[in-house]
């Protein structure tokens, strides 16, 4: 091996290798969590997982069903079961709690049937169309006293642009 690959391997091997040993709590019963999980799946998959001790016995139990994991002894199972649920035990997060109605922004469908939907340069689009069968309030078309960007005015414009990026890069 050259030095470069060494240095590539120290670099870069060095970090996944303690990453690796950090993933699991030091705690009685590691040994036999490396032992039995580790032999079979990336121990990441043990840590990145969360439940409590009918929850880790229901996964060792679908394990030995359809992976051929091989039964366990009680004691040893005991012990796995013990430090899985107690360093890898529920966790109370996920999402926010939902905001107060009165922190929210107006809902656009509710507002009527003329409500501004969107903005773009002078151009206010209004929902229009409230007449559909199914309730689908979807006919977005420029509000009277507005006058609609020109489709072949958005073509010039992209081209126009498109030209002056590749000026750039010449």
Same mark, same amino acid.
């Given at each position: 091996?050259?030095? *470069?690959?060494?240095?590539?391997? &120290? ?12 993933? +699991?709590?030091?705690? #009685? !019963?590691?040994? +036999?969590?490396? !032992? ?8 990441? *998959?043990? /840590?990145?997982? @969360? ?5 880790? +016995? ?11 994991? &091989?039964?366990?002894? #009680?004691? /040893?199972? =005991? ?13 109370? /997060? ?9 922190? *929210?922004?107006? @809902?656009?469908? =509710? ?9 773009? !340069? ?19 078309? #420029? ?11 958005? *073509? ?5 642009? +498109?030209?002056?990026?590749? @000026?750039?890069?010449?």
């Amino acid at each position: 091996m050259n030095a *470069l690959s060494l240095l590539f391997l &120290w670099v870069f091997a060095s970090p996944a290798m303690a990453t690796y040993e950090a993933e +699991l709590v030091d705690a #009685p !019963g590691i040994d +036999l969590v490396r !032992g039995h999980c580790g032999v079979c799946h990336s121990l990441r *998959l043990v /840590t990145q997982n @969360r439940g409590d001790r009918e929850h880790w +016995l229901k996964t060792i139990r679908w394990m030995q069903q359809t992976q051929n994991f &091989w039964v366990l002894e #009680p004691a /040893t199972e =005991d012990q796995i079961l013990n430090y899985l649920s107690t360093h890898f035990g529920p966790v109370a /997060t996920g999402r926010r709690a939902p905001l107060h109605p009165s922190l *929210l922004p107006p @809902r656009v469908f =509710d507002a009527g049937p003329t409500s501004v939907i969107a903005k773009f !340069g002078s151009t206010t689009y209004r929902n229009t169309n409230t007449n559909s069968a199914s309730g689908c309030q979807c006919g977005f078309q #420029p509000h009277a006293d507005e006058q609609p960007v020109s489709p072949f005015l958005v *073509l010039v414009l992209g081209l126009l642009v +498109l030209r002056m990026r590749c @000026r750039k890069r010449t």
